[in-house]
């Protein structure tokens, strides 16, 4: 007889268990052995269209650098010294004439002095209405000249900066006073015919002098001021 024993282990032993749905997805995952991945393809025609919109952005954006580039070269950045308008004192001067009472000074300094402002302000908060002028200096420095008919010794002190009266100077042919608190800012102070002008700023004394004189040149070619009572100065 044959031994039939092989067969029966052979038959009794359990072989793993699989399940279909793994099979399947290994199947999927895993490529065959000695197979390659599968790389896509793009066709030429595709690749052609894509190589085309980017040739067309690149071109035009440089039709528009070519087209801005020329306005950007026609129009320089400004210098460091910054931008100084240009204003025509003599012009406001002469239109705060009538409001005022007094044709307001309007010095003449050429092209030297620069001013960045020049207005009329009626006093609502101080109670003494004033021609207000504000000068660069040709060294950059900033000279601000103020002329009032109304003016009082607290007023007075404001401009200064409440700075003691140090000694005086003589420009255009007429006695300034000159107040210098020591801290950089100095005022001259000049009464004459009928109004009161205060030059108040950082500048040097050579400056303030360039000042003074085209001030008493306009003052002196101006109408005198005839101050009415009821426009005296307060005390």
């Known amino acids: 007889?044959?031994?039939?024993?092989?067969?029966?282990?052979?038959?009794?032993?359990?072989?793993?268990r699989t399940d279909p749905s793994d099979s399947?997805?290994?199947?999927?995952?895993?490529?065959?052995?000695?197979?390659l991945p599968v790389r896509p393809v793009i066709p030429a025609a595709a690749a052609k269209r894509a190589n085309a919109?980017?040739?067309?952005?690149?071109i035009a954006l440089v039709v528009c650098i070519?087209?801005?580039?020329?306005?950007?070269?026609?129009?320089?950045?400004?210098?460091?010294?910054?931008f100084r308008p240009d204003i025509d004192v003599s012009a406001v001067a002469r239109n705060a004439a009538d409001v005022a009472g007094f044709t307001p000074v309007a010095p003449e300094t050429g092209n030297t002095f620069t001013s960045n402002y020049a207005r009329w302000e009626s006093g609502s908060g101080s109670g003494v209405p004033t021609w207000e002028v504000g000068y660069l200096t040709p060294k950059q420095s900033f000279i601000g000249l103020v002329q009032t008919r109304q003016a009082n010794p607290t007023w007075l002190l404001q401009q200064?900066?409440?700075?003691?009266?140090?000694?005086?100077?003589?420009?255009?042919?007429?006695?300034?006073?000159?107040r210098d608190a020591g801290k950089?800012?100095?005022s001259m102070v000049l009464d004459y015919r009928g109004t009161t002008v205060v030059l108040t700023g950082t500048a040097q004394l050579d400056e303030f002098a360039v000042l003074a004189d085209a001030v008493v040149k306009?003052?002196?070619?101006?109408?005198?001021?005839t101050v009415s009572p009821s426009a005296a100065p307060a005390s």
């Open 218 to 225: 306009s003052l002196e070619s101006n109408p005198a001021v």
């Open 1 to 16: 007889m044959g031994d039939y024993r092989g067969v029966s282990e052979m038959q009794e032993k359990p072989s793993p």
């Open 184 to 186: 950089g800012e100095k």
């Open 160 to 178: 200064t900066r409440s700075a003691p009266v140090t000694g005086s100077r003589t420009v255009g042919g007429q006695e300034w006073e000159l």
């Open 24 to 35: 399947g997805r290994d199947a999927e995952a895993t490529p065959a052995e000695g197979e």
């Open 66 to 82: 070519a087209a801005f580039l020329p306005i950007v070269l026609m129009n320089p950045s400004p210098k460091s010294d910054g």
């Open 53 to 58: 919109s980017v040739m067309g952005m690149i």
